[in-house]
């Protein structure tokens, strides 16, 4: 009798901007602008056999108390630009681009997206996210503000249009008359009719090796959760915990059945970090260091002040959590949303976590700002990772190094050789494109050939 055959594990690699998760100051840290650094981490995950390397954008510099906040100021090439050139040097690894669907529009959308899946042969990405955020507007001719539901609202019919336009062309008919010489392609229009957009003609490039780009979504609200098991090939997240993984993941899932989708067509994917040591003591040791470089004393007054909305700047980041209650000025951090709920709310939930465990506000802030992290040596970390696919709580994971570039240069060396060796990771690419790397099937039928006059 034979078990359960193993999940294969689906890994990708994100390159962080400079914020609290990167260890920007550290010496071993290297330019968040130069090309070299997207090359070193591309290649890396690529001789990790990784799926897809993940580029996160921000459409403007954060703003902390009236001035540039510079703790995480970084200046980011454009998405496009970069994951281009990366199709230059590299030959498998899938490109994964974050562009925002509240600011731009479908037709250019799917041009620069459809024009990526082509120059690399069927391996782009789009992590289609949203914005509600006016000051980030600003930036844009349409700016203004949209409530929650109106963005993705939005964002649902910017992706319908998107594909409706890319899979315009998955039933035309090539007609070739040579004799008559004649070469042309019946292309049908798109016209589209919607609450939001006006579109009518014909899209300007034929599908790629993969059909069109792969489509990830992030988003944790209902809101989100329903727009990713619509659209989605794959959701980016984040849980702390295995159970909670395992909550997502199911209740994920469970919705694709009434868009007429199975649960092997979308990937769960959360985001996760990793430090890895000689023993399991010298893994927690390199863990606590690295989290007192990420949270810095500056970073966690910052952060505190996001929640309390006022300046805390003559507080001790090593002492007890403000006496002061927070106040309802949201704005003092413009630029990126750390949190939707009611401020005294979290902050009494703050001040009760801090009092049972004895923790300082930089302690606290440590805590609250953790991501899913795997600590150990590379056969511990491959075994919690394992777990995780195995046990349904993800599909895999997109992995944040603390590090730029060199960062995920460890795992690949030592953790995929541990994966492999449990029987969970692939040991060679066996496809050319992302959709192959995840297993998804091409969402075209083959173009029709047709041949009025035919020549040998």
């Known amino acids: 009798m034979t078990g359960k055959p193993r999940k294969q594990i689906h890994l990708a690699a994100h390159f962080p901007g400079v914020n609290n998760t990167t260890v920007w100051a550290d010496p071993a840290s290297a330019s968040q602008v130069e090309f070299e650094s997207f090359v070193h981490l591309a290649k890396t995950a690529e001789r990790g056999l990784f799926d897809f390397f993940f580029l996160a954008e921000g459409l403007r510099l954060r703003e902390h108390r009236g001035r540039i906040h510079d703790l995480d100021v970084v200046g980011r090439p454009d998405t496009f630009t970069v994951l281009n050139a990366l199709a230059g040097v590299t030959d498998k690894l899938g490109l994964a681009g974050t562009i925002n669907s509240t600011y731009n529009e479908p037709f250019e959308l799917a041009k620069q997206f459809a024009s990526l899946d082509h120059l690399s042969g069927g391996r782009a990405a789009w992590n289609v996210v949203t914005s509600s955020d006016a000051f980030t507007g600003e930036n844009f001719r349409r700016g203004g503000y949209l409530e929650h539901g109106q963005r993705y609202q939005r964002a649902a019919e910017v992706v319908e249009v998107t594909r409706e336009l890319w899979d315009s062309w998955a039933a035309d008919t090539l007609v070739i008359d040579r004799a008559a010489g004649v070469f042309a392609?019946?292309?049908?229009?798109t016209r589209h009719r919607g609450a939001q957009f006006d579109i009518a003609g014909r899209f300007v490039l034929?599908?790629?090796?993969?059909?069109?780009p792969v489509l990830l979504q992030?988003?944790?609200?209902?809101?989100?959760?329903e727009f990713g098991a619509s659209a989605a090939d794959a959701i980016f997240t984040g849980h702390g915990t295995l159970e909670a993984g395992q909550r997502f993941y199911a209740d994920v899932k469970g919705r694709l059945a009434k868009y007429g989708r199975t649960p092997d067509e979308l990937k769960i994917l959360p985001a996760a970090t990793f430090v890895l040591g000689d023993s399991a003591q010298d893994a927690e040791e390199r863990a606590r260091?690295?989290?007192?470089?990420?949270?810095?004393?500056?970073?966690?007054?910052?952060?505190?002040?996001?929640?309390?909305?006022?300046?805390?700047?003559?507080?001790?980041?090593?002492g007890p959590l403000p006496d002061v209650e927070p106040t309802d000025n949201v704005d003092i951090t413009r630029g990126r949303v750390r949190h939707a709920k009611d401020p005294r709310a979290v902050a009494a939930d703050w001040r009760a976590r801090a009092e049972a465990e004895n923790l300082s506000i930089r302690e606290l802030i440590i805590e609250v700002t953790a991501r899913q992290q795997f600590v150990g040596t590379p056969a511990a970390v491959a075994e919690q990772i394992d777990t995780y696919v195995q046990g349904d709580a993800s599909d895999g994971f997109i992995l944040v190094p603390h590090l730029t570039p060199g960062g995920l240069d460890e795992f690949v060396d030592g953790v995929v050789p541990e994966l492999q060796e449990r029987g969970s990771f692939r040991t060679e690419y066996t496809g050319t494109t992302l959709r192959e790397h995840l297993g998804l099937r091409h969402p075209h039928r083959h173009s029709t050939v047709h041949e009025g006059a035919r020549a040998s």
């Open 185 to 189: 392609r019946e292309v049908p229009e």
């Open 206 to 212: 034929p599908p790629s090796p993969q059909g069109h």
């Open 218 to 225: 992030a988003g944790d609200s209902d809101d989100g959760r």
């Open 289 to 318: 260091h690295i989290r007192l470089q990420q949270v810095g004393p500056q970073t966690a007054i910052a952060f505190l002040e996001q929640v309390w909305g006022r300046e805390l700047s003559g507080y001790d980041p090593d």
